[in-house]
């Protein structure tokens, strides 16, 4: 599968991704691409709780966001990046908490482009991100916020021991003034 955790020293959980796809660690030169499938979401209008005109996102505001992964001293954060051939089509991103009470802890993000959606891939990532848990000695809890209505996201995260630890009812206005409740879940291995 790539490249993927060559560099993880124990693996519990087998990595597949769908036949034709890949997974890997994000480059520098990735930026660009996943800055795309970014905007191609957040166009969308559903998924994420930021407008697309409130994040600075580019090719160089991801080019940063991977750059400080790389240099993340404790190895907790990682980005993650699933590709259809040499196409970046989808990725993960997991945060490292700082500070001693919440080191523990890693936030995460996933996004993949519609047209990759319901394939399996959204799987192999979330497999990735719960073996780099596994295999890095101060992490044990992996974090996440989705709104109520992703039903298949909610799905995915259920089958792979995710579970809900709240919700925070209306906590999302949209354009029109409805509001949107999200889920905060959680893995803890």
Known sequence: MDELFQSTRRMKRSLRAPPGYGIRDARVADAGALSAV?????????????????????????????RLTQQDPTGASRILVAHYGDAVV??????GESGRRRRHS?????????????????????????AHIEAHPE???????????????????????????????GSHKELDGRLRTDVLMAWVG
């Open 38 to 66: 970014y905007q191609s979401i957040l166009e969308e209008g559903r998924w994420f709780a930021s407008f697309p005109d409130e994040l600075p996102n580019t090719p160089a505001w991801q080019a940063g966001r991977i």
């Open 90 to 95: 989808g990725g993960l991103m997991l945060d």
């Open 139 to 169: 992490l044990s809890r992996l974090c996440l916020t989705v709104f109520e209505d992703n039903v298949a996201a909610i799905a995915l995260y259920r089958s792979r021991g995710f579970r809900i630890e709240g919700r925070r009812v």
């Open 106 to 130: 890693a936030q995460m993000e996933i996004l993949l482009a519609p047209p990759h959606r319901g394939k399996g891939l959204g799987g192999a990532l979330l497999d990735g991100a719960i």
